[in-house]
């Protein structure tokens, strides 16, 4: 009843996105959809604004959770809670996100290493000739 998004914009890029093979649902109310943990059944969950996706998320996964910023040429994974410049200093911080937040990131630059190494062209034109070559002198040895 308020604004026009998500007819104009979102479920028509949502449609798109399945046209395309990518499993993409919505749009969900955010109050409902985390009150009913529904974010649970999702590997990514999209919020159009900061504090809509972001409060529920700090609340539910109390410091386990990890914000991560898809669409860099970097990878940005960061802990769930802020700078806590309360207590810096003081040996009271609780880690835990901020592990979760580093792993996180060495899960995702394994998989984009595999998957530009998995998506090689291994056999370029006149390369199967190498190939062959170096498979051959490892089987005479």
């Known amino acids: 009843m308020i604004g026009d998004e998500e007819q104009?914009?979102?479920?028509?890029?949502?449609e798109k996105l399945k046209t395309e093979g990518i499993l993409a649902f919505?749009?969900?109310?955010?109050?409902?959809?985390?009150?009913r943990q529904h974010d649970k059944e999702?590997?990514?969950?999209?919020?159009?604004?900061?504090d809509q996706g972001l409060i529920p998320f700090k609340s539910f996964d109390r410091g386990m959770g990890v914000n991560y910023t898809a669409g860099l040429p970097i990878v940005r994974t960061s802990p769930d809670h802020g700078t806590a410049f309360d207590i810096a200093g003081k040996n009271k911080a609780d880690n835990t996100s901020f592990l979760e937040a580093l792993y996180l990131?060495?899960?995702?630059?394994?998989?984009?290493?595999?998957y530009v190494e998995n998506t090689?062209?291994?056999l370029q034109?006149?390369?199967?000739?190498?190939?062959?070559?170096?498979?051959?002198e490892d089987i005479e040895e």
């Open 8 to 14: 104009k914009a979102i479920i028509p890029a949502i």
């Open 26 to 35: 919505g749009p969900y109310s955010a109050d409902a959809f985390f009150a």
């Open 42 to 50: 999702f590997d990514c969950v999209l919020a159009m604004y900061h």
């Open 105 to 114: 990131c060495i899960d995702i630059l394994n998989q984009k290493k595999g």
């Open 120 to 122: 090689k062209n291994k």
């Open 125 to 136: 034109k006149g390369g199967h000739k190498s190939l062959l070559k170096k498979t051959k």
